[in-house]
């Protein structure tokens, strides 16, 4: 039985079609379901639309059910059509006709969408709360490693000297500026549709600021077709910043599995976090990279999928929104756990030492020396071009044991503190303190 059914049913292979894997996501969406429905249970008792004494009840009847969620205990019964129609139904169940009721003033269209509003911005809490441990340990890391030297590459070719603590660093800045995008889209999370309906209002004098405020969103959709037209922009504007995050990580597991490698040998790590051959026993393989570098690269394909989702939608809802679920949802749990991995991983990173003190490496200080011409008075093009010879008459001999990089954001100066204050300028936009606030004093 569905809460839209009138005298007929919908065919079997009509229903399993167009029900698809939503069972599955329900199950996720279901605290914010909850959520949503003690906050417009609380409004409609305001506006008159049911008495005190039975908002107490739907407040009750929803909090059982928010602890039955939360305990585990909470499914969704065979035959029953999605979680909102689980959620009336026991409250009917339990409570009577009041349960009934709590669907005034609201459509599905609204209800999904603030459902998936709450639960995109608890993901990005979580998200977030994942990114800045592994950038707390990134700035430690290059703290920790900032005068151990190794190559630097363009081309995949040697250019010039590098660090270790450059190099940590930069991946650290990375995520600080990935966060610009997370909250762009934390900001489209964090405004409240409900009261849009399908997409067109309500006669109803419904009062969407104070829905609003219960939730703790910073602001509602003003416009209630537009409200309903944020599904699938505040999908596309997250699968962006998903596929920034997984960028950064992924250029870093390259970067891993590259250097791991024997020919390479700059770091490594435990044998307990590495992979053998069944086969080559001296092997130690970069599983757990190798692996988030694929999932990252799944993660990056996330907007095309959703922009072919949306191509050619018109004004109001779709049932093609629906499936953007099968893109979203599993992008930030594959996300979250890259995160939690990666960070995991480089606790136990090994950096070796001494690295460019091998002749080898000669050729990375050839910009060292020019400058060092320039600077004793001679034409950049000469040195240029003095440097050029002697590398190719093999009279190239440079001193590989010291380095004058000064200048913010290189070898000599890696401005961590600077890069610290963009993170945390970034954490404290997000005020994710007032949302818990305001959806703590929602359930108690």
């Not at 709590?102 to 995109?120: A, E, I, P, T, W």
């Not at 990114?131 to 890391?141: A, H, P, Y």
């Not at 990935?178 to 549709?193: E, G, H, I, R, V």
């Not at 989702?309 to 979203?328: A, C, F, P, V």
Request: net charge negative.
């Amino acid at each position: 039985m569905k809460i839209w059914q009138k005298a007929t049913d919908s065919k079997k292979e009509v229903e399993q079609f167009t029900i698809g894997r939503d069972p599955e996501f329900d199950i996720i969406l279901a605290p914010f379901d909850v959520l949503g429905s003690m906050a417009h249970a609380h409004m409609l008792a305001k506006i008159g639309l049911i008495s005190q004494e039975e908002n107490q009840i739907l407040q009750k009847g929803l909090k059982e059910i928010y602890q039955e969620i939360q305990s585990g205990k909470f499914e969704i019964a065979p035959g029953v059509e999605d979680v909102h129609s689980q959620v009336e139904f026991l409250l009917t169940e339990r409570y009577g006709e009041v349960g009934k009721k709590l669907h005034s003033g609201r459509s599905r269209n609204d209800q999904v969408l603030v459902d998936l509003k709450l639960f995109y911005r608890a993901a990005i809490q979580e998200l977030v709360e994942e990114t800045q441990k592994l950038f707390r340990l990134l700035i430690q890391l290059a703290e920790k490693h900032k005068t151990d030297l190794m190559p630097g590459y363009t081309h995949t070719q040697l250019a010039m000297p590098s660090s270790f603590g450059l190099w940590f660093g930069s991946f650290a800045e990375g995520l600080a500026e990935d966060m610009a995008l997370l909250k762009t889209a934390f900001d489209l999370s964090n405004k409240n549709p409900l009261g849009s309906a399908a997409g067109y209002g309500s006669s109803f004098p419904l009062d969407r600021t104070m829905t609003t405020q219960l939730l703790g969103f910073a602001d509602l959709h003003y416009n209630v077709i537009n409200a309903q037209n944020s599904r699938g922009k505040t999908e596309r504007t997250l699968s962006f910043a998903l596929c920034g995050l997984a960028g950064t990580l992924n250029r870093l597991s390259t970067d891993v599995c590259l250097f791991m490698n024997q020919h390479f040998g700059f770091i490594s790590f435990p044998d307990e976090l590495t992979t053998g051959s069944s086969i080559m026993p001296h092997k130690k393989n970069p599983d757990v990279f190798e692996l988030i570098r694929a999932k990252t690269n799944q993660i990056q394909a996330i907007p095309v999928k959703v922009g072919f989702l949306l191509t050619n939608m018109s004004t109001g809802y779709h049932r093609d929104l629906q499936l953007l679920k099968e893109e979203i949802f599993p992008g930030i749990a594959t996300l979250r756990e890259c995160l939690k991995m990666t960070t995991f991983m480089l606790e136990s990173i090994r950096v070796k030492q001494g690295i460019l003190q091998n002749q080898f490496f000669k050729h990375l200080f050839s910009v060292e020396v020019v400058n060092d011409l320039v600077l004793q008075g001679m034409p950049f093009r000469d040195a240029y071009k003095k440097v050029g010879l002697d590398i190719e008459d093999g009279n190239f001999h440079p001193d590989q044991s010291t380095l004058n990089h000064s200048h913010e954001g290189s070898i000599g100066n890696l401005c961590l503190e600077e890069i610290q204050k963009q993170m945390n300028q970034q954490m404290a936009s997000f005020e994710f303190e007032k949302i818990t606030g305001s959806l703590d004093k929602l359930v108690k």
